[in-house]
């Protein structure tokens, strides 16, 4: 199965809230015929949307391909949430690469995040970046981590926008009493990820970037230069940049090995008061939480809860509704009469250790994805590291390709059984 097509139209956005709030670009061309670059990107989400736009800002020729729309896969349809740090705790990446390594690391995810509100800032100021995510814990025995957490940040990266919060105080932010405490983190934020997307295309393509879509590429043949080729298009190009996340399918099984696709969901509610809005979530924050199968929200601009989580097993998407609507109301069950107006999928990349799988498969092909849900700043950044690496400058893109991404066992063929064999632990764990 293809899971570019397995739950969408060719060259269709799906039914979201944010295709309903969103004016698209383009439409671009389809490729065709002969074509030849500097550099040709593939997958026209964060990734390659950004890797595009710096690489034509150092005056390179850039080709941006898309199956479908640009902003079409994960990046227009996540939660929107654009978080600190990496995708693991510092403390976790110091245990895997060391101290040093582990505060480069930390210096290039803030970097990611002061990027993503840059450039949403110049380029789609209608993404409304908000301050704020909320780290709601699920269980009291891990409210002391939270609080411990944000002293280390303070005392070892000289970082204090993270305060702790007790029961009271989450309940207070967060009108449940499913949370015990947490955190609140002010150097992050959320925004309207496909708007932010847009911009983005809108920027690259002023920029001279020759953006094509619904150019389903077909196979990239090794060499200086490369050879992409479409149903309609033969690229040749010097460098490639595969940026295509979860929606790889099998263009490449070195990183296919290593990033496995999968699905999650969300849903959004008919639009409530202010005061509703702030009886559920103080201060228009976003909230993420501690169980492995994440719950994620935050409110629109026109008060609609925007709800995220819940997980399925097979590539093609239950009811939605349904599924999602479950663990809201075991948040919010005084939520139990709204209705649903919009729920919609996507398919997301993650890594067995859930840190960003960077490579460079031959000379002048890389590769950058496996961003694990914390995509939205470090894809943004994943695609300005891999334009400097284009530009001659690759240690921060090395810094991050040296982070250790191990293949999924069984490879691609048994890789998916034995991931749900690991999910399904892991929501039974969510549950103690």
Known sequence: MDILYANDRA???????????????????????????????????????????????????????????????ASGRNGGQVGTGQRLDQEDLEKMVGLDHARALWDLAQESVALTKSLAAEHSPEAAFAPGIIHA?????????????????ARDYNYDLIRPLDRDEMRAMVGST?????????????????????????????????IFERSKVTGIAEGTPATITTDKAKITARHVVLACNGYL???????????????NFIVATEPMTADQQESLIKGNHAVADTK???????????????FGGAESYGYRFPDIAKLVRKPMLEIYPQLRDIKVTHAWGGTL???????????????????????????????????????????GQAERFDLMAQVPTRAFPGG???????????MVWFSLRDKL
């Open 11 to 73: 060259g269709e956005y799906p039914r979201s809230w944010y295709a309903d709030t969103a004016e698209a670009p383009g439409p671009y061309p389809e490729a065709a015929g002969d074509l030849s670059c500097d550099v040709c990107v593939v997958g026209a989400g964060f990734t390659g949307l950004s890797a595009a736009l710096h690489l034509a800002l150092r005056g390179f020729d850039v080709t941006l391909l898309d199956a479908h729309r640009v902003g079409w896969g």
């Open 137 to 153: 814990c699920h269980r009291a025995r891990y409210v002391p981590h939270s609080r411990d957490y944000a002293e280390k940040m």
């Open 349 to 391: 990349g993650i890594t067995l250790n859930r840190m960003p799988h960077f490579e460079r498969l031959t000379g002048n092909i890389l590769s950058a994805s496996g961003y694990s849900g914390h995509g939205v700043a470090m894809a943004t950044l994943g695609g300005k590291l891999a334009a400097e690496a284009i530009a």
């Open 292 to 306: 492995f199968v994440i719950n994620y929200f935050r409110f629109s601009e026109d008060h609609r809860l925007l």
């Open 178 to 210: 499913a949370y015990h405490g947490g955190d609140i983190d002010m150097g992050g934020g959320h925004l309207h990820p496909l708007r932010y997307a847009f911009g983005l295309a809108r920027a690259a393509h002023s920029k001279g970037v020759r």
């Open 412 to 422: 691609v063929t048994f890789r998916w059984p034995l991931l749900v064999l690991g």
């Open 249 to 263: 399918g099998h263009l490449n099984s070195r990183v296919a090995t290593r990033v496995m696709p999968i699905n």
